[in-house]
C-alpha cells in the first residue's frame, strides 16, 4: 500500500479515504441537543464533501460530550444522508451485552443496507462514579475477546439464538485497538482503528498485527483505520489557535476529573506543567493549511502503513470546524 500527495493543478490528495469521526463535544452556553443536531447537520455536509464514512463515539456523564447512544445517533444520521457510511467509534463491549449490540447493529443494516460500520472497544467509564453506575469495576483483555466472539457469533447467526431482525447481512466490525486489541483483532480477522500512544511511539504493535493476522471471511487481509487530531485553516497559526479549546479542556480534565464544555477563553492561572500539557497536545496533533495536512497526513500514512484516516477535531466556533471540514476534504482523491 502507498500512499502520497498529489500536486497537480487541481491541488494536493491523500491517496487514502478520508472519514470523520465526531463526538457531539458540547460548548458553554450551549445546550446538549445543539451539540446532537449538530452533528447530525456536519454528517450531512461530509456526505456531500465526499468523506468516506462519518462515525460517533459513545461516552456517559461526560459534561462535554452529548452523546451517550452510538446506535440512536447512527439512526439519525444514517436517516437524514443517503451515501455516506456511518458507524460508531466505538460502542464499548463492557457497557452492553453482545446480544443487544448485535441486534442495533442488524436493525441499523436492515435500515440502511450496506452502510453501517460497527466499531467496538473496551474503555471503561470516565471516572469511579460513572463506572460504578455502569456496574463496570473491571473488564480485561480476555473479557474483550470472549465478547468480540460472542458478537461475532450473533451477527452471522452463528450464536445460541437468533439476533433480531434475522437474515440482515452482518456489518463489519472494527476494533479501536491498543496492544492487546491488536491482537484480539489479528487473531479474528478484524480491522483495526488505532491512535494516540500506539501511532507516537514504536510501530512494532502494528508490525506484530500484519504478521498474526488470520484472514477471515468478511476481512481476507489485514486492515488499518489511523485516527488523527487534525484541524485545518488558512494559517498555520490559526489552525493552532483552533487546537486550543480541546486543548484546555483535556488540561482541565486532568486536573478536576471533569471533562468540560468547550470554551472560547483560556483556563486561568494555568502552571507550567499545563501549559506544556497544551503544547504538546497541540504538537501531537495535524494542523496547518491544506498543504500542510497535507503533507503531514502523507507522512503518517507512509509511516504506519495506514489503508485510512478518520479524522476527529473539536473546536469552540463551529464555523471554523466546517471550514476545516470543507477545506480537508479538497485532500480527497477524486
Known amino acids: 500500500m502507498t500512499a502520497a500527495t498529489d500536486s497537480s493543478a487541481s491541488g494536493p490528495t491523500v491517496r487514502v479515504p478520508l472519514s470523520l469521526l465526531d463526538r ?3 460548548r458553554q452556553g450551549e445546550s446538549p441537543g445543539a451539540a446532537l443536531r449538530n452533528t447530525i447537520e456536519r454528517a450531512d455536509r461530509a456526505e456531500v464533501l465526499g468523506f468516506h464514512r462519518f462515525w460517533v463515539a459513545e461516552h456517559h456523564a461526560v459534561p462535554g460530550i452529548a452523546s451517550g447512544s452510538p ?3 447512527m439512526a439519525a444520521i444514517a436517516e437524514r444522508t443517503e451515501r455516506i457510511r456511518v458507524g460508531s467509534g466505538g460502542v464499548m463491549l463492557p457497557n452492553h451485552r453482545p446480544l443487544v449490540i448485535a441486534e ?3 436493525m441499523l443494516e436492515a435500515l440502511h443496507p450496506g452502510r453501517i460500520d460497527l466499531g467496538v472497544g473496551r474503555s471503561l467509564g470516565f471516572t469511579a462514579p460513572v463506572r460504578e453506575a455502569l456496574d463496570v469495576l473491571r473488564y480485561t483483555p480476555e ?3 470472549r465478547d468480540l466472539v460472542d458478537l461475532e457469533a450473533f451477527l452471522t447467526d452463528d450464536g445460541p439464538v437468533t439476533a433480531m431482525p434475522a437474515g440482515v447481512p452482518a456489518p463489519p466490525i472494527f476494533v479501536l485497538a491498543t496492544g492487546s486489541g491488536l491482537a484480539t483483532a489479528a487473531e479474528r480477522g478484524l480491522p483495526v482503528v488505532v491512535g494516540g500512544p500506539v501511532l507516537r511511539g514504536d510501530l512494532a504493535p502494528l508490525n506484530d498485527y500484519r504478521n498474526r493476522f488470520r484472514p477471515s471471511r468478511s476481512c481476507p487481509e489485514p486492515h488499518l483505520i489511523v485516527s488523527a487530531d487534525v484541524m485545518v485553516a488558512e494559517t498555520t497559526q490559526r489552525a493552532r489557535e483552533l487546537m486550543l479549546p480541546e486543548a484546555w479542556a483535556m488540561v482541565t480534565s486532568r486536573s478536576t476529573g471533569a471533562f468540560p464544555p468547550l470554551s472560547s477563553h483560556a483556563p486561568q492561572h494555568l502552571t507550567d506543567r499545563q ?4 503544547e504538546d497536545h497541540v504538537a501531537q496533533s495535524v494542523h496547518g493549511t491544506v498543504a500542510e495536512v497535507g503533507r503531514q497526513l502523507t507522512e503518517l500514512v507512509h509511516r504506519t502503513g495506514a489503508d485510512e484516516v478518520i479524522a476527529f477535531a473539536s473546536t469552540y466556533d463551529r464555523q471554523s470546524l466546517a471550514d476545516s471540514d470543507a477545506a480537508l476534504a479538497t485532500l480527497i482523491t477524486p
Open 24 to 26: 457531539s463535544r458540547t
Open 71 to 73: 446506535p440512536l445517533l
Open 104 to 106: 442495533q447493529a442488524r
Open 143 to 145: 473479557d474483550f475477546a
Open 275 to 278: 501549559q506544556a500539557q497544551i
